[in-house]
């Protein structure tokens, strides 16, 4: 497998993650009872943690590999651009607001922050994917 193919490969899995967290895994968080918030949070966070590792680690080292050895081109700039966007939108926005929801628990603009910071990173990774294809 090449890197040009291993990044397509990581980008269109990290792609289908997160139009399954989109779609499926944050509507039925947000429509979890206030009783159930707690424990639904928990295991959340517990079982979301044993995806979200292998697929930005796989992310990481497929963009890794492909900026070492394949050739700049614009598509490669926009699918690091995308990613970069994504990472930070996690690391910057995601992670906290659910540390905050977390201790705090579901306030509607809790919510509504998470559910705009994971729009944004749904049009990243179509984008990272969508660009990688031209890599």
């Not at 997160?18 to 499926?24: D, G, K, L, S, Y």
Request: hydrophobic content about 55%.
């Amino acid at each position: 497998m090449s890197a040009e193919q291993f990044l397509l490969l990581a980008t269109g899995v990290h792609l289908g993650f997160q139009a399954v967290v989109t779609i499926v895994v944050y509507p039925g968080l947000a429509n979890l009872a206030p009783e159930d918030w707690e424990r639904g949070h928990a295991v959340h966070t517990h079982r979301m943690i044993i995806v979200v590792i292998p697929v930005y680690a796989v992310l990481v080292l497929a963009l890794g590999w492909a900026l070492v050895t394949v050739s700049f081109s614009p598509a490669l700039i926009v699918t690091t651009g995308a990613l970069l966007v994504v990472g930070v939108i996690t690391a910057l926005v995601a992670a906290p607001v659910h540390h905050r929801l977390s201790t705090v628990g579901p306030t509607q603009k809790l919510i509504r922050n998470l559910r705009r910071a994971d729009t944004f990173r749904l049009i990243g990774a179509t984008v990272a994917c969508g660009a990688a294809l031209f890599v």
